[in-house]
C-alpha cells in the first residue's frame, strides 16, 4: 500500500521556522519526484516546491517561498523535508506531500498524495 505520511506542521509566530517531513512506503521512493503543496482556506491547492528522484534538481512553484524555504531528500529514509524559515502569515495552509513518476511540480501531474499537516503562522 503506497502511504505518504506528512509530520511537523504546528502553530508558529511570524518569523519563526518549522522543518516538514514526509515519510514514504510502498513504492520505490527512488524513483519518484516529491513535491510539496499547500492550500489555504478558500483557496485551490498550489505548488510549493519539488524536488528531483535523485534529488539534484528542486524547482520552486511559489515565488513567494524563494529564500526562505528548502527542500531536501533522503532516499536512504525515504523521506522528503521541507524546511519553512521567515514564515509569514500568508505561509498558512494544509501542506501535501505527494510522489510522481517524471518531474514537474505542477498538481495534477502528481500519483501519490498524503493527508496533509496544518501550518499556521500567527502575526
Known amino acids: 500500500e503506497v502511504q505518504l505520511v506528512e509530520s511537523g506542521g504546528g502553530l508558529v509566530q511570524a518569523g519563526g521556522s518549522l522543518r516538514l517531513s514526509c515519510a514514504a512506503s510502498?513504492?520505490?521512493?527512488?524513483?519518484?519526484?516529491i513535491g510539496w503543496f499547500r492550500q489555504a482556506p478558500g483557496k485551490e491547492r498550489e505548488g510549493v516546491l519539488c524536488i528531483s528522484s535523485s534529488g539534484g534538481g528542486s524547482t520552486y512553484y511559489v515565488d513567494s517561498v524563494k529564500g526562505r524555504f528548502t527542500i531536501s531528500r533522503d532516499n536512504a529514509k525515504n523521506t522528503v523535508y521541507l524546511q519553512m524559515n521567515s514564515l509569514k502569515p500568508e505561509d498558512t495552509a494544509v501542506y501535501y506531500c505527494?510522489?510522481?513518476?517524471?518531474?514537474?511540480?505542477?498538481?495534477?501531474?502528481?500519483?501519490?498524495w498524503g493527508q496533509g499537516t496544518q501550518v499556521t503562522v500567527s502575526s
Open positions: 510502498g513504492f520505490t521512493f527512488d524513483d519518484y519526484t
Open positions: 505527494a510522489a510522481m513518476l517524471g518531474y514537474g511540480c505542477y498538481p495534477n501531474l502528481y500519483d501519490y
